[in-house]
Nanobody, 124 residues
Framework: QVQLVESGGGLAQTGESLRLSCSAS???????MGWYRQAPGKQRELVAKVSSRGSSTYADAVKGRFTIFRDNVKNAVYLEMNSLKPEDTGVYYCHVFLVVFHVGGGQPDEYNYWGQGTQVTVSS
């Protein structure tokens, strides 16, 4: 069973920084690890993700301000958020994507795991 534990959310003023952390329990090697967010009245959206090889993807709205990195030994992913804006406000969810290949071939299984969410509020 995979469990994701998040920390680091909270209150910030415009221009300040916050760092989110997510640790994944369980004996596995995640493929993608990332962060999504959901603002009130809006759909959940990708903020950033990083592959097992270190290739990262960012939403246009956070490019140049947020940095994602992971620790494969600890099965952890972090999101460094700088120059925060009020529009960054929302619940941030850690996400892990895992592909499991079967001995002998065949279609692999895909798994998506989500954290419980951590609130980030940026005031103007």
């Amino acid at each position: 069973q995979v469990q994701l534990v998040e920390s680091g959310g909270g209150l910030a003023q415009t221009g300040e920084s916050l760092r989110l952390s997510c640790s994944a329990s369980g004996r596995f090697s995640p493929d993608d690890m990332g962060w999504y967010r959901q603002a009130p009245g809006k759909q959940r959206e990708l903020v950033a993700k990083v592959s097992s090889r270190g290739s990262s993807t960012y939403a246009d709205a956070v490019k140049g301000r947020f940095t994602i990195f992971r620790d494969n030994v600890k099965n952890a992913v972090y999101l460094e958020m700088n120059s925060l804006k009020p529009e960054d406000t929302g619940v941030y969810y850690c996400h892990v994507f895992l592909v499991v290949f079967h001995v002998g071939g065949g279609q692999p299984d895909e798994y998506n795991y989500w954290g419980q969410g951590t609130q980030v509020t940026v005031s103007s």
